[in-house]
Every structure is written in structure tokens, then in C-alpha cells.
């Protein structure tokens, strides 16, 4: 199953019952007169957070985003019964904008509820119109419409740190090494297509998709996977030492970042991690990393083919993202 971040599905609250035109006959208490009951009121619209980003991509075939309709109303007065609410389970970070109204309603935690479309009220029976003047009323009335509404559903992942970089610096084999998680590797670039997670005691790390040159305005994987940065606490910015160029491929991608939403992601605390120090001989390293460290980063080195590199940063990390 593909990984989807963004949907637009047609929702629907449900619709109010009628009201009813029936009549009562008691002889035993000398009674005659209406008897229409109302209709019940139709089902409400919800949304509710929960704990799994693949959520999005099951509902892709699914046509039928509605509450139930109230029941018409009864005999002797018996009210409709009203129908059932439907909620819409939905991941922590999803953002619902009602783009029939521009509402936008965001799901911060899990188990959180939000009201997004009202049922419709139940209509009323014959026994409602009643009067001193109107002793036996014919009218009733229709139930209500419930709201419809196209909404659109837009995931921003929430993460401790999201691993970002240039396609192939080595933010999935990091992601495996710090986690234990099994993100697909390779030597080629884009070979992460989908973001992937792993947990570090109890720490959330989001591999984010290769950024490139242009991707704020929608080059390449574009801007489709950015706004996943925008809600982790720290941002790791693997830079490959296989580069001539570290300094630049580093500086690409904080361009990128400054272009998107007005700047907000370069405000983002970020650790600097030079990777693939296997490749480089230590002179090589020392010179980058001192050009770094020159423009006020916190830099760390390390090769996955080192362990004792990986469990010093993984340390570091921790550090930084408890402090």
C-alpha cells in the first residue's frame, strides 16, 4: 500500500426524518385528533485523530463519506429515531479544510473529535400544528438537509526529527541504523519515495524524501513532502562527504526551505551530520568540518559502517531532543 498524505473526499451529515400526518381514534377516552410524530434528527459529521499515517491511502477507494438520516416520525406521536454520527478516523497531523465554506480544522492528538458538518433536523408531524383554531391539521413538515461539504485532507507528519538532505545522503540507512526501522536503501537517488518512521526510546524519526534544487516550487518530488518538516522539533541535515561540494548541497537545501511558507522551516533548530565518512580520508573531513562549524552549525560525522560514529551521534541526538 502506496503512502498518501492528501485526499479530497464528498462528506455528508445526514438528513432529518419527516414529520408525519397520522390520526388517532380512542373511543374509550373520547378521543380523536393528530397523532403525527416528529422526525428524528439526522446523524452529525465528525472527524477524529488516531495513531496511523497509512490511514489516508485505505479510504482512497471508498465512495461513502456519510452519516445516517433520521427516521420519519411514528404513530401516537413516537419521534423518529434519530440517526447515527459518523466519525472519520483520521491521523494525529491531519489538516480538513471544508472547501464548500473554507473552514479548516486541524487534529493535533489522538482521540481529539471535531464536529465538521451538522445533521439535518427532524421535520415536524401533524400533532405540531395543533391550535385552538386548527383542530385537526393535514400539514407536516419535511426534514432538514443535512450539511455536504467537499473536504480536503492534508497529513503533516509529526516527528522528534525529521532527517532531511539531498536524494541519496544517506537519511535512510541513518534512519535504519538509529531505529532498527527497514527503509528501503540504495545507491541511486529517490529511492525514498514515501516518508518513513522509526522509533529511538520512545522518539519519533521521520525520514523526509530527497529535497532538490527547485522543490518550493514544485521541482521533483516538489513540495509535496516540505510540509512534513514543518512540525518536527529538529531538523538532521545529512550532508554526503562522497560530495566535493558539502557546503553547497547544505546550502541548497536550506535555500528550499526558506522558500517555502514564507521562510518558517529555516527557523527550525537543525543538527548537521556529515555522512559517509567511510569514503573520505580524515584530512577531507576536518576541512568541512571545520567549514561548517565556521558558519556557527553543530556538526557530527559518522559512517553506518561504524558503530561506534552511530551510537555517539545516536547519544547526541538524545541529548539534544530531551534537553
Known sequence: MSFVDELTI???????????????????????GPAGGNGGDGGDFYIRGVRDINLLARYRGEKKFEADDGDEGGNRNKEGAGGKDFYLDLPVGSIVRNKTTGEEFELVNE???ILILKGGRGGAGNTAFKSSTNQSP????PGARGEVAQLHIELRLFADAGLIGLPNAGKSSLLNALTGASAKV???????????????????????????????SGK???????????????????VSLESDTPLEDYQVIRDELSRFEQGALVTNPEIIVLTKSDTRDPLYIQEIKELFIHEGKQVSILSILDDESVKEFRDTLVATLSA
Open 138 to 141: 393535514m400539514e407536516s413538515m
Open 111 to 113: 482521540g481529539q473529535q
Open 10 to 32: 464528498a462528506a455528508r451529515a445526514g438528513n432529518g426524518g419527516n414529520g408525519v400526518v397520522r390520526w388517532l381514534h380512542l373511543k374509550s377516552q373520547e378521543y380523536s
Open 186 to 216: 540504495g545507491s541511486y537517488a529517490f529511492t525514498t519515495l514515501d516518508p518513513n518512521l522509526g522509533a529511538l526510546y520512545g522518539l519519533v524519526l521521520a525520514d523526509i524524501p530527497g529535497i532538490i534544487e527547485g522543490a518550493s
Open 220 to 238: 521533483g518530488l516538489g513540495f509535496k513532502f516540505l510540509r512534513h518538516i514543518s512540525r518536527t522539533r529538529l531538523l538532521v541535515h545529512c
